[in-house]
């Protein structure tokens, strides 16, 4: 499957998710641009790591719920690489916040939701009148099995943010679809990406890990790369006729 020359930005992409995206994408021929904010050295590192494959690729410092950083993001990656052709909206997460309700703060809650949600609308706002000039897109938003369901190791917050990309995923895709640009989203199950989640899963007692093993068709839980292999599909041609999914990767724990 291949993606020659088409300009891809990956948000998050400096973290354990998002940068299998970007080399995913690379691989495939895109030219990459991929956003972090607290850790730029990773995503600097990524970037030359890209390069070395022989694409084009930048690092883009951003917070995706500020307007003014991603309109200076987005513009910065025009001047480089060009307009954006493929989003992947990857940021988000529950960003170290408290699962249980009642130890939720505000603040939790405006972090959690403006990051995995507002960000998403943000940054698509930002590249959806160049895709809409040029008739073609690609939008790839990261949803979660979470919220598809209920989350088991993330609170409401990240349950109702990643619930409603769901539903911006929907709408975006049945307004944008007459431009040609498809707007779809995938909803992870549990993968064991990140430090935060693979010390959330060592702390659960063993039954409760067998049980949920047992609760996916698969019997496992799922590696990285196979998640980043259907956001390679839904932001290719080869779903050139699909748009508003929710496709589920989660080894069949969820079959909505």
Not at 32 to 61: C, F, N, P, W
């Amino acid at each position: 499957m291949t993606i020659d020359d088409r300009v891809a930005l990956v948000t998050g992409g400096s973290g354990a998710l998002g940068s299998v995206h970007c080399l995913t994408l690379a691989k495939a021929g895109c030219q990459v641009a991929l956003t972090g904010y607290a850790h730029m050295d990773r995503a600097e590192a990524l970037a030359k790591e890209i390069q070395a494959m022989g694409r084009s690729a930048i690092a883009i410092k951003m917070d995706v719920s500020n307007l003014d950083e991603v309109q200076r993001g987005v513009k910065r990656i025009e001047e480089v690489l060009g307009p954006v052709d493929i989003l992947v909206n990857n940021a988000g997460g529950a960003l170290f916040t408290p699962v249980e309700m009642d130890r939720l703060e505000e603040e939790h809650w405006d972090l959690v939701v403006d990051t995995n949600l507002k960000g998403a609308f943000l940054c698509a706002k930002e590249v959806l009148p160049h895709m809409k000039a040029q008739r073609y897109g690609r939008i790839v938003n990261v949803s979660s099995k979470a919220g598809r369901t209920y989350g088991t190791i993330a609170g409401a917050h990240y349950v109702s943010a990643k619930a409603s990309v769901v539903g911006l995923t929907r709408q975006l895709a049945w307004e944008y679809g007459r431009y040609g640009i498809t707007v779809n989203a995938v909803a992870p199950g549990l993968f064991l990406s990140t430090e935060r989640i693979k010390n959330l899963w060592a702390s659960r007692p063993q039954e409760i890990k067998d049980q949920l093993i047992r609760e996916i068709a698969l019997g496992r839980l799922g590696e990285v790369d196979e998640l980043a292999k259907v956001v390679l599909f839904l932001a290719s041609d080869d779903a050139s006729y699909v748009t508003g999914v929710i496709l589920d990767v989660n080894g069949g724990r969820f079959m909505g």
